[in-house]
């Protein structure tokens, strides 16, 4: 989360910085994050959990310890509802979920309790300081199943039916070959598995810019391009929708 990477997202604050947050880029950002993240960045609705960048989207979040405070900021509760998007995962004692971009952690102990200590969380992205983080956060909460991966940009990096659910919170509008993507999540998921991707609304107040969302129909074709059957979940989100991509029957 294709060449672009995945990383955890700045987000402006009230005016929307002017950055490219599109599919159809290539390339890493080459800029550094800023000294703190009031400068660039600071509400955790305009660009997401976590997502890709193109080299059209110029900032690094190199800084976990001050993009903590953004994306972890409780404030986000009220639009994010994290409790409603980890019961929408159905999750039982025993199951292995991917969060693909999960950034600071912000989904990490809701699941890691749903999955309880039998389970796993891999939480996946492409900045180093962001897995260092997350893998210091996990140890201090006590999140023992919780293990930080490295992966590189377009690459879940999962291996072959090693998941149960993979959950995708506000990275999929930054993909550029998200069919691709999707059919790499295919393979990496278990019999009777499935992938969740939660993104913004064409008239939410908060998101990317209005001409680089996606309609959940697109998130359809992208899911069914790579192999699943999709549908839109049914839920409550303020600001956003999920889709569901599942396994075909039979697998």
Known sequence: MSTSPLVSLAIAVAPLVAVGCGGGATGAPTTA???TPVEAAPDPAHHGHHGHHGADMPHRFEDADAWAKVFDDPARDAWQRPDEVVALLALAPGMVVADVGAGTGYFEGRIAAAVGPDGEVIATDVEPDMVRYLGERAAHDGWTNVRALQVEPGDPGLAPASVDRVLIVDVWHHLDDRAGYAARLATA??????????????????????????????????????????????ETLPDQYVVIGRLPDGR
């Open 189 to 234: 998921l278990r019999p009777g598995g499935w992938v969740a991707v939660v993104d913004f609304t064409g008239d939410a107040e908060r998101g990317p810019p209005r001409d680089h969302r996606l309609a959940p129909e697109a998130i359809i074709a992208d899911l069914t391009a790579g192999g699943l059957v999709a549908e839109l979940a049914t």
């Open 33 to 35: 994050g800023p000294a």
